[in-house]
């Protein structure tokens, strides 16, 4: 039930979405009723993960000073952590060596005692007292003990400190990096032409801009942070199992290739369902944006049922796609946990062996314990990254597509046209279509005097608002050209072209605050006294005095406060206080009620004076006093004249004129104004 913007390209010349949603989801498979939901383009597929990944780390290029200090204060904490472990084995040594030198006889040599334990029979225990660093007699060294303890606090002090300095060092830098990337898109959008917003859902495009851009900032803030780290400690104890034991350090990277293959395996199906997960995030969006928006369209229809039902199938479809993301990419943390037991029961077991035959002191086995332990933490944790990283690449994937959406044409300042145009309009020949397999407006010529009004009536679908559209140059023309006093548009800047047309559209928008605020928006360097006498002219002032906070009165996007009427003379005044040459009236009195109608045709009136004005209307009544009007019917102009010549003629215009206000029979009235 999609609601569709009276400018907006019509849905046979929409370009069609090329990306099949089963590629993006394999368990689902869109119906036909399904219609256009998902608005927008969808997201890619995982073949494109490694140019966005990339693209994504890219964004850190401008801060990468400040990122290299963050990786520097990531390896020093690293480093520390993992000497760590080594010499709190040393501590153990020193507390074994003391517990089992205190229980041997002082004085005699240790040679000795190993010798005598070997005739005894007890050859593992000469084993490992001749490795140990016994003395016979002594008890636990606390001094080295104490010593040992305080450097370990010290190194993981230090560590903590190096990691509380990179993670804030990363916070900062990953906000300016999105800030930018948010200033990026927001310029984008400003610069992408009216048909590519024409062509998406809306609430599609705001869960891109939102949702999809806090995914990244959560991608680049912890997960990046924490692979760097989970790498490095990774290789790190890599190392120092291999320093402490080597025979040991090759039982324990028998994790590595089948976690590898693990990550793999999952990975790639995860990144697909991700992918999936954020564009079905984006319908959801799209649905709940569009329903608030028409919220009063859907009570009146009483669709509130369907509009839930409508909702409850997208949502489910979320459900199941966030469920099958979030189902397979947990699978990866305990699988690799599982490898990781399986290495920690070998080492542990060999490790107990090489203590017992003196071939390792008890302080490096339990020191490769507990690089074991760490081993195994830093690799589960890459495997968590994953997860994270393959949801922010998804998005990163649909945020670049509109970073990537081709701009309106670079253009440049003219000073062909001077500051106030006289209202001088000609159409040479143009010629428009929203895709070259449908021509919508053809071969299209006529002049418009300056302070002129035009009134251009046709059926729906037949071009009218298009046609003021191309004066607006919201689309390029495929032919011919338009002329302001002289000057082709195609030669002017889009914002010189715009600063000379004032527009009052049927839908009156308003933007959230005052209503003086909203008139100024015409023109922000307006007076207090400037719109005073704007709203004078155009009939707001007599109803805006009677509110408690007069202009101050605080409106909404909706005009919650003042009514449909009053909302549509508030946009005229915005018009008036622009002070255009060019005016352009597209429906302004279809959605207000009769006795409204005058005053906005008083408003308009005054508006109109001394101006050239294009109007489209459907009541034909409203547009009797036109100098000209211009019947059209599939893109082309059929007729143009004077109310009067229009109807002596009897040809569209009177077909249109006698089935409007006959419902399609003559009477004495219509033919009496014939004649």
């Known amino acids: 039930m999609a609601r569709k913007d009276k400018n907006q390209v019509p849905v046979e010349t929409a370009a069609p979405d090329t990306v099949e949603e089963e590629e993006l989801y394999p368990e689902y498979k869109p119906s036909e009723s399904d219609g256009d ?3 927008g383009t969808p997201a890619k597929k995982a073949e494109n993960f490694w140019p966005a990944a990339k693209r994504l780390v890219g964004l850190l290029r401008p801060e990468r000073t400040m990122f290299a200090v963050v990786l520097v204060f990531v390896a020093a ?33 240790l040679e000795t ?15 490992m007292l001749a490795k140990a660093n016994v003395v016979p007699g002594a008890g636990i060294d606390f001094v080295e003990l104490s010593r040992l303890i305080v450097i370990v606090l010290a190194l993981y002090s230090v560590a903590s400190v190096f990691m509380w300095l990179q993670g804030f060092l990363l916070n900062a830098l990953v906000m300016r990096v999105v800030y930018k990337l948010r200033e990026d898109i927001q310029g984008k959008l400003n610069k992408l032409p009216l048909g590519y917003f024409d062509t998406r859902q809306r609430g599609d495009l705001m869960s891109r801009v939102t949702n999809d851009v806090d995914n990244i900032q959560s991608a680049l803030q912890q997960a990046f942070s924490q692979l760097v780290q989970s790498v490095l400690t990774v290789v790190g104890i890599g190392v120092m199992m291999f320093i402490v034991s080597w025979q040991l350090g090759l039982i324990a990277l028998i994790a590595l290739p089948l976690s590898a293959v693990i990550a793999g395996v999952i990975g790639s199906k995860s990144q697909k369902l991700f992918a999936a997960q954020w564009k079905q995030t984006g319908a959801v969006n799209g649905h709940v944006e569009e329903t608030f928006s028409g919220l009063e369209l859907v009570r009146a229809y009483g669709r509130d049922e369907e509009m839930l039902a409508e909702f409850d199938e997208r949502n489910e479809r979320l459900f199941k796609a966030s469920f099958g993301a979030q189902f397979v990419s947990g699978m990866i943390m305990p699988a690799m946990q599982f490898v990781a037991y399986i290495s920690y029961v070998l080492v542990a077991v060999v490790g107990g062996v090489r203590v017992a035959t003196g071939q390792m002191t008890l302080g490096d086995a339990t020191a490769f314990i507990q690089y074991s332990r760490e081993f195994s933490q830093p690799i589960g944790e890459i495997a968590g990254i994953a997860n994270m990283i393959q949801s922010g690449v998804a998005s990163a994937e649909r945020t670049f597509e509109i970073l990537d959406a081709d701009e309106q044409d670079a253009e440049q300042d003219s000073d062909l046209l001077p500051e106030q145009t006289d209202g001088h309009v000609r159409f040479e020949n143009v010629s428009f279509s929203y895709s070259p397999e449908t021509p919508l407006i053809r071969d ?29 140059r919201f689309y390029e023309l495929t032919g011919g050209r338009i002329m ?8 002017l800047s889009r914002e010189q072209v715009r600063s000379q047309v004032g527009m009052v559209l049927q839908d009156a928008w308003l933007f959230e605050g005052t209503i003086k605020e909203n008139i100024r928006y015409g023109r922000l360097d307006a007076t207090d006294e400037e719109i005073i006498a704007a709203a004078e002219a155009t009939m707001v002032d007599r109803f805006v005095r009677q509110l408690p906070q007069g202009y101050d009165t605080v409106v909404d996007a909706d005009g919650g406060t003042v009514s449909a009427g009053e909302r549509q003379l508030i946009t005229i005044a915005r018009a008036f206080i622009a002070q255009p040459s ?9 959605s207000v009620d009769t006795r409204t109608e005058l005053l906005v045709q008083h408003a308009m009136a005054a508006l109109r004076t001394d101006r050239t004005s294009f109007v489209i209307a459907h009541r034909l009544s409203t547009i009797r006093d036109a100098h000209t009007i211009l019947v059209m019917e599939n893109g082309d102009i059929v007729e143009h004249g004077n109310h009067a010549e229009l109807l002596a003629r009897k040809g569209a215009y009177y ?18 104004e014939v004649h």
Do not use: C, W
């Not at 005692?113 to 084993?127: K, T």
């Not at 299209?444 to 009536?457: D, H, K, N, R, W």
């Not at 302001?484 to 030669?491: H, L």
């Not at 077909?655 to 009496?672: I, M």
């Open 37 to 39: 939901m998902f608005g």
């Open 77 to 109: 904490s690293v480093v520390l952590t993992v000497i760590a472990p080594k010499i709190l084995g040393a501590a153990m040594d020193v507390i074994f060596n003391g517990v089992i030198g205190s229980q041997l006889p002082a004085g005699v040599p």
């Open 113 to 127: 005692l190993v010798e005598a334990q070997r005739a005894a029979g007890n050859g593992q225990f000469a084993d």
């Open 444 to 472: 299209v010529s006529f002049t418009v005097e300056p302070g002129q009004t035009v009134a251009i009536v046709g059926p729906t679908g037949a071009g009218k608002t298009t046609l003021v559209n191309l004066v607006m």
């Open 484 to 491: 302001i006093d002289g000057v082709d548009t195609r030669e």
């Open 582 to 590: 060019l005016l352009i009236l597209d429906e302004a009195t279809s």
């Open 655 to 672: 077909e249109l004129y006698k089935t409007q206000f006959q419902g399609g029979h003559e009477t004495d009235e219509v033919a009496a």
